[in-house]
T-cell receptor
């Protein structure tokens, strides 16, 4: 079974701070990595994806990938109360199958 | 507007009843998926289909059935054999291309409750 592990949280950060979300995965053959945001009672929405080692930035979000350590993270700069949600890490294998972590709950305190 | 629609938003099932959840997409995606989400848990794969008239079981297929007669549609039936069906059901789709960049997009979900 391919596993994706996340700290469930809750993670609380003050408004304007950097929130750091982490994810580890078990399958070394994993192809690409995704971060979804899920508001309470809503479906997941894609924030960003990464498939090469290193950093990828998109606005206030930065995804970091280290395939050797089987580790992927999401940094949210200048956190806003509207960022309060559950963040799901997803890993895609070469067979186009996605595996999801249980999510990290983030609360941004005004 | 392109997207994925699911209906109904809420569904109530009586004991012993089969119910069907609808999922339609106009993104021209080949692959479609059904997930179940329980409180505090991640998404668990029920069934997926990479092409019309073909589908495969996921990790928790028991008590569920699907069909894929059209590219745009992938309905899920929750049968009476599923003893604990209360959950949030999510339909997703993606292009079939096995490239690193290809991602899944989700519909708005159906919340199933047992009366």
């Amino acid at each position: 079974q391919k596993e994706v592990e996340q700290n469930s949280g809750p993670l609380s950060v003050p408004e304007g701070a950097i929130a750091s979300l982490n994810c580890t995965y078990s399958d070394r053959g994993s192809q690409s990595f995704f971060w979804y945001r899920q508001y309470s009672g809503k479906s997941p929405e894609l924030i960003m994806f990464i498939y090469s080692n290193g950093d990828k930035e998109d606005g206030r979000f930065t995804a970091q990938l280290n395939k050797a350590s089987q580790y992927v993270s999401l940094l949210i700069r200048d956190s806003q109360p509207s960022d309060s949600a559950t963040y799901l890490c997803a890993v895609k294998d070469t067979g186009n199958q996605f595996y999801f972590g249980t999510g990290t709950s983030l609360t941004v305190i005004p | 507007d392109g997207g994925i629609t699911q209906s109904p938003k809420y569904l109530f099932r009586k004991e012993g009843q089969n119910v069907t959840l609808s999922c339609e997409q106009n993104l021209n995606h080949d692959a479609m998926y059904w997930y179940r989400q329980d409180p505090g848990q991640g998404l668990r794969l029920i069934y997926y289909s990479q092409i019309v008239n073909d589908f495969q079981k996921g990790d928790i297929a028991e008590g569920y059935s699907v069909s894929r007669e059209k590219k745009e549609s992938f309905p899920l039936t929750v049968t009476s054999a599923q003893k604990n069906p209360t959950a949030f059901y999510l339909c997703a789709s993606s292009k079939r291309l096995r490239t690193a960049q290809e991602t899944q997009y989700f519909g708005p979900g159906t919340r199933l409750l047992v009366l």
